[in-house]
């Protein structure tokens, strides 16, 4: 079942949790080289892999992100597949056809392999919303079975851009080049700008799996001091509490 949502500026957020696991053994590694320099507890690191539903008062959905994907997506190789995300939404009372506007943070395999089901678009009435650089950056399994299906649907944007009304992207770039937060008033959904809570408590500290480490960094501090400014709401992709207050 779906976490409990919040509602904020008129709109319902609400976590829908795709899948829960550790990674697999073709990228698992210890903590503390997951997070050099850290002080991750030396134990099996749990993600959570969670999507988000925005519904405002007019009934208009925007969906953050769509998961790990089904048994055979770009993920299995690591993630625990199939995802549930279809399950999620319906049981918030959604149908994949009543999704407006999927948002992609980036196109890790864990984020958007669910865009895409039987080789189609996953939710074919909606507009798919990416930043101009992560398509640029786009290939292998996630351009040849993502995008590809997807071009017909696509909506690219460079940097902020309303996607709904008062839904928000924001380029984040350095865990990938067009990574993107989405932003509902004093909400971030923060894709993989924060993975871990060590990186909470220190902005600094790398995740092995950035794909510019350094860039990364300076993003989420200069990104977190300015959400810490505004006493923001997270909405985490891989927290097991989706929901984090600063």
């Given at each position: 079942?779906?976490?409990?949502?919040?509602?904020?500026?008129?709109?319902?957020?609400?976590?829908?949790?795709?899948?829960?696991?550790?990674?697999?053994?073709?990228?698992?590694?210890?903590?503390?080289?997951?997070?050099?320099?850290?002080?991750?507890?030396?134990?099996?690191?749990?993600?959570?892999?969670?999507?988000?539903?925005?519904?405002?008062?007019?009934?208009?959905?925007?969906?953050?992100?769509?998961?790990?994907?089904?048994?055979?997506s770009p993920a299995a190789s690591w993630a625990p597949v199939p995802g549930t995300l279809a399950g999620e939404l319906a049981?918030?009372?959604?149908?994949?056809?009543?999704?407006?506007?999927?948002?992609?943070?980036?196109?890790?395999?864990?984020?958007?392999?669910?865009?895409?089901?039987?080789?189609?678009?996953?939710?074919?009435?909606?507009?798919?919303?990416?930043?101009?650089?992560?398509?640029?950056?786009?290939?292998?399994?996630?351009?040849?079975?993502?995008?590809?299906?997807?071009?017909?649907?696509?909506?690219?944007?460079?940097?902020?851009?309303?996607?709904?009304?008062?839904?928000?992207?924001?380029?984040?770039?350095?865990?990938?080049?067009?990574?993107?937060?989405?932003?509902?008033?004093?909400?971030?959904?923060?894709?993989?700008?924060?993975?871990?809570?060590?990186?909470?408590?220190?902005?600094?500290?790398?995740?092995?799996?950035?794909?510019?480490?350094?860039?990364?960094?300076?993003?989420?501090?200069?990104?977190l001091d300015a959400l810490r400014a505004e006493h923001a709401v997270l909405a985490t992709a891989h927290f097991a509490d989706?929901?984090?207050?600063?």
């Amino acid at each position: 079942m779906p976490h409990k949502p919040r509602t904020v500026a008129g709109v319902e957020v609400t976590p829908l949790c795709d899948a829960v696991g550790p990674m697999g053994d073709s990228i698992r590694r210890p903590l503390a080289e997951l997070f050099p320099g850290s002080n991750a507890p030396d134990e099996a690191w749990i993600l959570h892999f969670h999507c988000y539903l925005l519904r405002d008062a007019r009934g208009r959905t925007t969906l953050v992100d769509t998961g790990i994907g089904a048994a055979d997506s770009p993920a299995a190789s690591w993630a625990p597949v199939p995802g549930t995300l279809a399950g999620e939404l319906a049981a918030a009372g959604v149908t994949p056809a009543e999704v407006d506007t999927v948002v992609l943070t980036h196109l890790h395999s864990d984020h958007a392999s669910g865009a895409v089901a039987d080789g189609r678009p996953a939710f074919a009435n909606a507009r798919y919303v990416l930043q101009r650089d992560e398509l640029d950056a786009a290939g292998g399994p996630m351009l040849d079975r993502v995008i590809t299906p997807l071009k017909d649907h696509l909506h690219v944007v460079e940097g902020q851009s309303e996607v709904a009304p008062g839904v928000r992207v924001h380029l984040a770039p350095g865990h990938t080049p067009g990574h993107q937060i989405v932003r509902v008033g004093e909400l971030a959904v923060t894709g993989d700008l924060v993975l871990h809570p060590v990186q909470l408590a220190d902005p600094a500290v790398r995740y092995l799996y950035d794909d510019d480490q350094v860039h990364a960094a300076r993003t989420r501090g200069e990104l977190l001091d300015a959400l810490r400014a505004e006493h923001a709401v997270l909405a985490t992709a891989h927290f097991a509490d989706p929901f984090v207050e600063l």
